[in-house]
């Protein structure tokens, strides 16, 4: 067989199941997806295009019902009787909307989220779930240590830092420790700013502007993320160099982001939908951690703080700038 004929053939047959899913015959699966962000929904358009890759056709061979709930995790409480009509195949949670289906015990859920979720309780370990809860995991605590390493390297006078947290955050002690080990590494001091939820978020920055500090780095979770904007403004107007979890927070205004891209994660967490589909049961299935992180500036803060990005090597390690 020439060289030209096996690779065709190795190829044709690596596609042949996802070809089979798209011309028909199979299995119309059903996908509940639950969020407390809003549409549009980023994060739902990557783990779409996720499935198209594997050769899921929509309306054909999956078809996804989605529910909302922007920052109200309770309101979603309502939602979860409705799997009890029994013809849902597979929920996926977004975030904090994970709290809520601890209580579905009897369908696979897949999950993306920004804690622990060992300290949420929804997997007995990360490598060994053991539960009808498998899915993906932002939490990764050498990004707390390197989050404030980059935040010294763009500003060297950097002598006490505002670690901005929320409390309610499945893992947030694990990830303040971290910090807080790096600052002392550093020989930074690390002003510990907490709070708890949504209802206390105003009150919080209003104590991280007491603090008299020189930058401020937020943990990256639910709370922070959909008040990005309002974070980020807070920043600026206190003239405090600001570090975040993902890019989203430097899209609204944030200076410096390191973490994984949340739109990539949600695509290869597809492919762990597409397993269970299959039959796989999701107790087996690792816990996944992010592959690749990515470096955001925000070029506009920058110049709005007065930081000259020349005498620093950031730009050149960037993944995103925004200017």
Not at 23 to 36: D, E, Y
Not at 168 to 173: A, Q, V
Request: glycine share 8%; with cysteine.
């Amino acid at each position: 067989m020439k060289r030209r004929e096996f690779i065709l053939l190795i190829g044709g047959g690596l596609a042949w199941p996802a070809i089979a899913r798209a011309q028909g015959g199979a299995k119309l699966h059903r996908i509940f997806w639950v969020s407390t962000q809003s549409e549009p929904d980023p994060f739902l358009d990557g783990f779409r295009e996720g499935m198209r890759a594997l050769g899921y056709v929509e309306g054909k061979t999956v078809t996804f019902e989605t529910h909302y709930a922007p920052g109200d995790p309770q309101a979603l409480r309502k939602i979860v009787s409705e799997l009890q009509r029994g013809d849902i195949d597979l929920v996926v949670s977004s975030g904090p909307a994970t709290r809520v289906m601890t209580a579905v015990t009897d369908i696979p859920v897949l999950f993306a989220l920004s804690g622990d979720p060992v300290a949420l309780g929804v997997v007995k370990s990360l490598a060994h779930p053991g539960t009808n809860f498998t899915g993906s995991t932002f939490l990764s605590l050498e990004l707390a240590g390197k989050r404030v390493e980059l935040l010294k390297d763009i500003y060297p006078k950097l002598r006490k830092l505002a670690v901005f947290s929320n409390t309610d955050h499945p893992g947030e002690p694990l990830e303040w420790r971290a910090t807080l080990e790096s600052c002392r590494n550093l020989g930074i001091e690390a002003a510990y700013v907490p709070f708890c939820g949504a209802r206390e978020i105003e009150n919080g920055l209003m104590a991280a502007g007491k603090v008299d500090a020189d930058a401020l780095l937020v943990f990256p979770d639910a709370v922070t993320l959909v008040h990005r904007a309002k974070i980020a403004e807070f920043a600026i107007a206190h003239r405090l160099p600001s570090m975040f979890g993902w890019s989203e927070y430097c899209d609204a205004g944030g200076l410096l982001s390191y973490g994984a891209n949340q739109r990539t994660t949600y695509f290869r967490l597809a492919t762990y939908a597409d397993r269970i589909l299959r039959g796989e049961n999701p107790s087996d299935l690792p816990v996944m951690r992010p592959e690749k992180f990515e470096l955001a500036v925000n070029l506009n803060t920058a110049r709005l703080l007065g930081i000259d990005l020349d005498v620093s090597s950031i730009l050149f390690r960037a993944s995103k700038v925004i200017s």
